[in-house]
């Protein structure tokens, strides 16, 4: 199983950006998908997660209101859509998959998000 983050990048204050995980080996019908980030010298934080059903969306509250993450079963991919971006923002976003019936997780590689004017 492997994840594959991609679409991080550098963001003015205000702008968007839509990091992408796409996930192989694996088909993610019974995974929840979600997204961590970790900036230097801060504690690792659960930014948002989706369950099985795209309904079942969870964020935290220093993002609730600007991102938006989705998943598509056909491409195998979950996205994080993120508006608003605010320099705290920056941090490294990595993507995880967690198998609902063991709580077995995969970890992705990640990527960089920078918000700076």
């Known amino acids: 199983v492997q994840l594959q983050a991609s679409g991080g990048g550098l963001a003015q204050p205000g702008g968007s950006l839509k990091p992408s995980c796409v996930v192989s080996?694996?088909?993610?019908?019974?995974?929840?998908i979600g997204w961590f980030r970790q900036a230097p010298g801060k504690e690792r934080e659960a930014v948002s997660c989706?369950?099985?059903?795209?309904?079942?969306?969870h964020y935290s509250d220093s993002v609730k209101g600007r991102f938006t993450i989705s998943r598509d079963y056909a491409e195998n991919t979950a996205d994080l859509q993120m508006n608003n971006l605010k320099p705290e923002d920056t941090a490294f976003y990595y993507c995880?998959?967690?198998?609902?019936?063991?709580?077995?997780?995969?970890w992705g590689n990640g990527t960089q998000v920078t918000v700076s004017s």
């Open positions: 995880y998959a967690i198998l609902v019936f063991d709580g077995k997780v995969y």
């Open positions: 080996g694996v088909a993610l019908d019974y995974y929840a």
């Open positions: 989706i369950g099985m059903s795209k309904l079942d969306t």
